[in-house]
C-alpha cells in the first residue's frame, strides 16, 4: 500500500534514486528551497552525491539499505530511468514514492511503453515486439523498412538501437539483438524532433514548460532550442497531448515526453521519462521556474512555479568527446554574458558521456543557436 500524499515543507528531507546530473540539479534546487537531500547511488563518489546531505552507496535491489533510506526521508522519488521497479514496489509502504513506481515500470519498458501509448490512444510509430529469443527477422518485416530494433530494457542515449535501412542489415540486426527482447519502430522521416517537460502536482495541478526543439547527434541529444521553431498548432497538439498522457498515467512529479513532427506536422510520441529531462535544462537559466524546482514541488505537495520561458535560448550538452585533448578552454566562454556554464563534476570523461551543459540566451532562437554554434565549435 504506498503512503497517502502529504505535503512536505521545506526543513524536510527529499531522498533520490540515482546519483547522476538530475540528481545534483536537482539537489540543487532543492537544497535552495531549504530542503535536505539524501542521495542512493550504487557508484561511490556520484555527481549528485558530491551536492547533498549524504550518499548511501548500495545496490537498489539491497532491500535493508534500501528500506533504511526510504525510512529517512520524507519523500522519494528517482532520477534514473533504469532503477528497478520491483525494489521500488518494496519500499512504497514506508515512504511517499513520486512518481509511483507503477509509472517507472510502464516507462522504463520499451515494450510496456509502447502498448502504454497504443491504448491509450496516442500516436506513435509503428512497432513490433520481440521477445527473447525471438524472431528479429519476422518483426523488422513485420514494421517495414527502413526500420530501427531497439532493445526493450535499459536503453539511453541512443544505446542498443540499430537502423535497418536495406534487405542486408536485417541480418546484422538479427545477430545483434540475438537473444534479447527487442521492439522494432518504423524510422519515422520526421521534420524535427521536439519536447514537452511537464509537472503534475498530487492535487493534479498541472503545468508545461514552453515546447522545445531537440537536435540529436550519432542518437544523443546535442542542442535544444526554446522555443520550439514550429507552427502553433503543433506546439499546441503537443502541449495537449502531454497533459493527457501525464493525467492518464497518474503522474506525481516531473515528465518528459520525447515527440517526432512529421512532414505533415503530425505529433507522435517517441518516449516518456517520468523525471526531469535533458532538453528542460533550459528551464535553469530561461524559466521563471526550473524543471528540477517544480519536481521539487510537485513531489513535496507544494503549489507549481511559473513554467513562463523569460528569453529564448539555447542548450548544449557538453559530452566527454570535449576533453579529448584535456579540460576544455572555459574562459572564452565564461567571458561571454548571454552564457551560463553547468558542469556536473564528474572525473572521467569518457566519449559520449555526458559531462555538463551550457545555454545562450538572445533575442531570439535562431540567433541563439547561431551563437551557440560558434561557441560549441570555439571549445
Ligand atoms: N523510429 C524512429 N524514427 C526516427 N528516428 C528515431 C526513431 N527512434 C529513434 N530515433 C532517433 O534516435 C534518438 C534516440 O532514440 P530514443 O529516444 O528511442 O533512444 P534512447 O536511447 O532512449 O535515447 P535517450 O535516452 O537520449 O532518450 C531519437 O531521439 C531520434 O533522433
Ligand atoms: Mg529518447
Not at 537498489?60 to 520491483?86: H, I, K, M, Q, W
Not at 502531454?242 to 517526432?260: C, H, N, P, S, T
Not at 539555447?314 to 561571454?336: F, H, K, Q, T, Y
Request: aromatic letters at 6%; glycine letters at 8%; one cysteine or more.
Amino acid at each position: 500500500m504506498s503512503v497517502p500524499a502529504k505535503t512536505v515543507l521545506p526543513g524536510g528531507t527529499i531522498g533520490v534514486l540515482g546519483g547522476g546530473q538530475l540528481g545534483r540539479m536537482l539537489a540543487q534546487a532543492a537544497t535552495r528551497l531549504g530542503y535536505r537531500v539524501h542521495i542512493f547511488e550504487p557508484q561511490a563518489n556520484s555527481p549528485a552525491g558530491a551536492v547533498a546531505h549524504l550518499e548511501v552507496n548500495a545496490a537498489y535491489e539491497d532491500l535493508v539499505a534500501l528500506s533504511a533510506f526510504a525510512r529517512g526521508c520524507d519523500v522519494v522519488t528517482y532520477e534514473f530511468e533504469n532503477v528497478p521497479a520491483a525494489p521500488l514496489r518494496a519500499i512504497e509502504g514506508l515512504t511517499q514514492l513520486h512518481p509511483s513506481w507503477q509509472v517507472l515500470e510502464t516507462c522504463q519498458n520499451r515494450s510496456r511503453e509502447k502498448n502504454w501509448l497504443k491504448q491509450n490512444g496516442f500516436p506513435h510509430a509503428r512497432f513490433a515486439e520481440v521477445a527473447a529469443g525471438g524472431d528479429v527477422a519476422a518483426g523488422i518485416r513485420e514494421v517495414g523498412l527502413p526500420c530501427v530494433v531497439k532493445t526493450a530494457d535499459f536503453g539511453y542515449d541512443g544505446k542498443g538501437q540499430v537502423k535497418v535501412r536495406e534487405e542486408v542489415d536485417i541480418a546484422v540486426a538479427q545477430k545483434a539483438f540475438a537473444g534479447q527482447a527487442c521492439v522494432i519502430e518504423q524510422w519515422i522521416d520526421f521534420a524535427c524532433e521536439v519536447s514537452v517537460v511537464m509537472a503534475r502536482s498530487a492535487k493534479a495541478a498541472i503545468r508545461v514548460f514552453p515546447l522545445v526543439e531537440n537536435i540529436h547527434t550519432n542518437h544523443i541529444l546535442d542542442f535544444s532550442i526554446a522555443p520550439a521553431r514550429v507552427a502553433p498548432e503543433t506546439a499546441t497538439a503537443a502541449e495537449k497531448m502531454a497533459r493527457l498522457i501525464a493525467e492518464k498515467i497518474g503522474l506525481v512529479g516531473v515528465m518528459g515526453v520525447e515527440m517526432f513532427v512529421t512532414r505533415e506536422g503530425a505529433v507522435l510520441v517517441n518516449e516518456l521519462a517520468p523525471r526531469t529531462h535533458n532538453s528542460g535544462h533550459y528551464t535553469i537559466d530561461a524559466c521563471a521556474t526550473s524543471q528540477f524546482e517544480q519536481q521539487v514541488r510537485a513531489i513535496c505537495g507544494l503549489p507549481l512555479g511559473d513554467p513562463r520561458l523569460l528569453s529564448p535560448v539555447v542548450m548544449v550538452n557538453l559530452l566527454g568527446d570535449a576533453w579529448a585533448s584535456g579540460e576544455p578552454r572555459w574562459d572564452g566562454l565564461l567571458a561571454e554574458p548571454a552564457v551560463r556554464l553547468h558542469l556536473y563534476g564528474k572525473s572521467e570523461p569518457r566519449p559520449g558521456r555526458k559531462m555538463g551543459h551550457f545555454t545562450v540566451t538572445a533575442r531570439d532562437a535562431d540567433m541563439a543557436l547561431g551563437f551557440a554554434q560558434k561557441i560549441k565549435a570555439r571549445l
